[in-house]
C-alpha cells in the first residue's frame, strides 16, 4: 500500500499535516481488516507518500471520466517508471486542488482478483473535512483487492452489513469507528479469500465463513481492468 498526493497543476504542496493524517487512516483501516480476515490484512510502504505534482490543471482533473482514476494511475506509474503490470501497489491517491473530486472508490489495474496493484482515489476536501473518511476509505480498499460493491449481486446498497455497501450506520466519525461498522459478508470474504497477492495467510472456508442457512451468490463477479493509457 502506497499513499500518494496527486497535486493539480494549478495547487499548493499539501502540509505535513495530511500526511499523517492519512497514514492514520490506513493503519486504521489495516487494522479492521486483520479484524475480519483472522489476523490476515495488507501491508503497508514503509516509505513516504509519494507528493507528485500533475501536469493537468484541477478544472481538467474535475472534468475527466472514470472519476480521475485513470489520470493518476497513469502518470504516477510513470514517474515510478512502472507499468500496470509491475506495479507492486495499491496506490492511495488523494486528489489535491480539486474540490470533492474524486468521489472515493477503488479498483484493480488489471480485474479480477490477485493479478496486479490497483488504485483508491479520494480527495483532499474529504480527508480533511468528510467525517465518514474512514469508512469509505475501508470500502474503497475492498474495491482496490477486487471486490465489487454488493449492489452487483442483489444486496441493497444502503442496507447491508457489508463494508462494500453505502449503509450509513456503518460511517466513521474521523478516526473514530462507527458503533455498528461493516463487515465482511460471504461473498466478500470469498473474493479476498483469491487475493493471495495482497492476503498470504487468509483462505475462505465456507465452514467457517459462510452460516449454513446463508444463500451465497453462486456467480462469483469479478471487475473487468481499469482502462489506461497503452504504456501504462
Known amino acids: 500500500m502506497r499513499p500518494v498526493f496527486y497535486v493539480a497543476k494549478d495547487a499548493s504542496m499539501p502540509p505535513p499535516a495530511e500526511e499523517k493524517l492519512l497514514d492514520?487512516?490506513?493503519?486504521?483501516?489495516?487494522?479492521?481488516y486483520a479484524q475480519l480476515l483472522y489476523g490476515d490484512t495488507f501491508q503497508l510502504s514503509d516509505k513516504k507518500a509519494i507528493v507528485f505534482q500533475s501536469s493537468y490543471y484541477s478544472s481538467e482533473l474535475e472534468a475527466s471520466g472514470d472519476?480521475?482514476?485513470?489520470?493518476?494511475?497513469?502518470?504516477?506509474?510513470?514517474?515510478?517508471?512502472?507499468?500496470?503490470?509491475?506495479?507492486?501497489?495499491?496506490?492511495?491517491?488523494?486528489?489535491?486542488?480539486?474540490?470533492?473530486?474524486?468521489?472515493?472508490?477503488?479498483?484493480?489495474?488489471?480485474?479480477?482478483?490477485?493479478?496486479g496493484g490497483g488504485i483508491v482515489v479520494d480527495s483532499e476536501d474529504d480527508l480533511m473535512q468528510a467525517p465518514n473518511f474512514?469508512?469509505?476509505?475501508?470500502?474503497?480498499?475492498?474495491?482496490?483487492?477486487?471486490?465489487?460493491?454488493?449492489?452487483v449481486y442483489?444486496?441493497?446498497?444502503?442496507?447491508?452489513?457489508?463494508?462494500?455497501?453505502?449503509?450509513?450506520t456503518h460511517e466513521s466519525e474521523g478516526l473514530k469507528p462507527s458503533g455498528n461498522p461493516g463487515i465482511f459478508i460471504p461473498e466478500d470474504l470469498r473474493g479476498l479469500g483469491l487475493n493471495?497477492?495482497?492476503?498470504?495467510?487468509?483462505k475462505y472456508d465456507h465452514t467457517r465463513d459462510k452460516p449454513v442457512t446463508y444463500k451465497i451468490h453462486q456467480e462469483l463477479i469479478v471487475q473487468d481492468a481499469l482502462k489506461l493509457s497503452p504504456e501504462g
Do not use: C
Open 134 to 151: 474512514e469508512s469509505n476509505l475501508q470500502r474503497s480498499l475492498g474495491q482496490a483487492f477486487g471486490l465489487s460493491t454488493v449492489d
Open 154 to 168: 442483489g444486496y441493497d446498497m444502503d442496507d447491508s452489513p457489508s463494508i462494500m455497501s453505502n449503509d450509513i
Open 196 to 202: 493471495t497477492w495482497a492476503f498470504t495467510k487468509f
Open 67 to 115: 472519476n480521475g482514476q485513470a489520470e493518476a494511475a497513469n502518470e504516477v506509474l510513470k514517474a515510478l517508471n512502472r507499468t500496470r503490470w509491475n506495479a507492486p501497489f495499491v496506490f492511495v491517491v488523494i486528489f489535491v486542488g480539486t474540490h470533492d473530486f474524486p468521489r472515493p472508490m477503488g479498483h484493480t489495474f488489471n480485474g479480477g482478483f490477485s493479478n
Open 24 to 32: 492514520a487512516h490506513l493503519n486504521m483501516a489495516r487494522d479492521r
